[in-house]
């Protein structure tokens, strides 16, 4: 059974920094491109970023760009999103999904809640 | 950035066919996947590349369109199916639409 279970949300004031993990079971990770997707509350869904299979290519929407680092650890079957410079619109549940190729989101996890707020 | 319009609504009865709609800016082939989405849960995958079926989701949803528009068809519409439902393309980077929301009289 595949399960990805997202960690690391919390409140956090703008401007500082906050790391989530997603560790994934039940599938064989290191084969699988790996993406994050946000949904800010009563809102719509926002793709955040994507990583290949080898961690040697990523990417990121004009909205986070150069504040957010995705990346992952196949060893540990655990993909990461470093995300810097937060602001109040980066409020939102932050699910991470395993990918087929650069296409679907075919599994999604429970997300996690940041909240970005003084 | 490739733009996915939905209607923001619809409202159908049991045991009718509704059908959603998306219309990307630009033509993105047959690359358009469709995800429900229940409250407090996270979204779900029903369709990928336009009309395949994910494993697992009832024959009664289906799937049409490539270029510029798509159709998400459920036939019949049972009460389980209250959720949201979203587009989303991957031919131009991954852009979702604003979603649907389906409500049963």
């Known amino acids: 059974e595949v399960q990805l279970v997202e960690t690391g949300g919390g409140l956090v004031q703008p401007g500082r920094s906050l790391k989530l993990s997603c560790v994934a079971s039940g599938f064989t990770f290191s084969s699988y491109w790996m993406y994050w997707i946000r949904q800010a509350p009563g809102k719509g869904l926002e793709w955040v970023s994507s990583i290949n299979t080898d961690g040697g290519s990523t990417y990121y929407p004009d909205s986070v760009k150069g504040r957010f680092t995705i990346s992952r650890d196949n060893a540990e079957n655990t993909v990461y999103l470093q995300m810097n410079s937060l602001r109040s619109e980066d409020t939102a549940t932050y699910y991470c999904?395993?990918?087929?190729?650069?296409?679907?989101?075919?599994?999604w996890g429970q997300g996690t809640l940041v909240t970005v707020s003084s | 950035d490739t733009v996915l319009t939905q209607s923001p609504a619809l409202a159908v009865s049991p045991g009718e066919r509704v059908s959603i709609s998306c219309r990307a800016s630009e033509g993105v082939n047959s690359y358009m996947h469709w995800y429900q989405q229940k409250p407090g849960q996270q979204p779900k995958l029903l369709i990928y590349k336009a009309s395949n079926l994910a494993s697992g989701v009832p024959a009664r949803f289906s799937g049409s369109g490539s270029g510029t528009d798509f159709t998400l068809t459920i036939d019949p519409v049972e009460a389980d199916d209250t959720a949201t439902y979203f587009c989303q393309q991957s031919w131009n980077d991954w852009t979702f639409g604003g979603g649907t929301k389906l409500e049963l009289k």
């Open positions: 999904a395993k990918g087929i190729a650069a296409n679907w989101f075919a599994y």
